[in-house]
């Protein structure tokens, strides 16, 4: 890999996109390598990963102006399908991924950070999605994401005059989850991804899927698929143990309690 560093720690994975000459922009070359790079994780070995871009000052800046300025329509649509299919892998990728976001998250950079399940960035990040100032829209899923989590309004809003906003806004608006300094960012991408890899990993698994599926239905169906999925936990050793300990916790704790005396 030229572009994507990948570390194990533990149950936790963390995804590095390493462009920092290009401010981490996404080129055809890094969306193969992430793509590569996610179907490599082994799954049996990890309970969540983190995404994050090398250096202090970007993230991801967006997708490479560049390499996008001389293509065709078809080229644009083809170059759209190819950032689409590698978010949504993300997005519907079984175990949680946590976007630790250290700086500049424009264009393709904010979008890809909407396709994980947690964002956290620092106070230095920067998100927008500029595409109408070069002639574009966004094309790795900004028009549909930005609006289920931020509200049409404010999407609408930020997409169509091309604003951006700081980590203070974008936590005022629900766009992250939290803002922390560059220097306690990762550390608290890892205490966050080690307190998910703790928890019993089939449950955590079809957390993920019951929340993806069910917002793209209507609630009688959403609750069906929770069922499904509730039910699937059941019989696996996860929930024998997570059972058994918590009762057995409850049985010590009774033992322990000593009756109130009048004296």
């Known amino acids: 890999m030229e572009f994507i ?56 800046a967006g997708a490479d102006i560049g390499e996008m300025s001389t293509l065709s329509k ?22 949680p991924v946590i976007a630790a976001i250290n700086g500049f998250a424009l264009g393709g950079g904010c979008e890809i950070s909407m396709s994980c399940d947690i964002r956290i960035c620092s106070d230095n990040a920067v998100f927008g999605q500029p595409e109408v100032g ?3 829209t966004p094309g790795f899923g900004g028009t549909q994401r930005l609006a289920r989590l931020v ?28 803002v ?11 205490k966050l991804a080690a307190k998910i890899a703790q928890n019993a990993p089939i449950a955590v698994r079809n957390c993920k899927k019951a929340i993806n599926d069910g917002m793209q239905v209507d609630m009688d169906a959403a609750i069906v698929i929770e069922e499904k999925l509730f039910g699937d936990c059941f019989e696996t050793e996860d929930q024998k143990a997570g059972m058994g300990n918590f009762l057995e916790k409850d049985k010590e704790k009774k033992l322990k309690v000593v009756p109130f005396q009048n004296k």
Do not use: C, H, W
């Open 151 to 178: 509200g049409e309004g404010m999407a609408k809003q930020m997409i169509y005059s091309a604003i951006n906003i700081k980590a203070d806004e974008a936590l005022r608006i629900g766009l992250v989850n939290a």
């Open 134 to 136: 070069l002639g574009i």
């Open 180 to 190: 922390y300094t560059q220097e306690e960012l990762m550390p608290a991408a890892k």
């Open 5 to 60: 560093t990948y570390e194990q720690d533990g149950y936790v994975g963390i995804v590095t996109i390493n462009r920092e000459r290009a401010l981490n922009a996404l080129n055809s070359q890094v969306l193969e390598e992430l793509e590569a790079t996610f179907d490599a994780i082994d799954l049996d070995a990890t309970r969540a990963v983190i995404l994050t871009g090398a250096g202090e000052k970007s993230f991801v």
């Open 74 to 95: 078809a080229e644009g649509e083809a170059f759209g399908k190819k950032g689409n299919d590698v978010f949504r892998k993300i997005e519907t990728f079984p175990i």
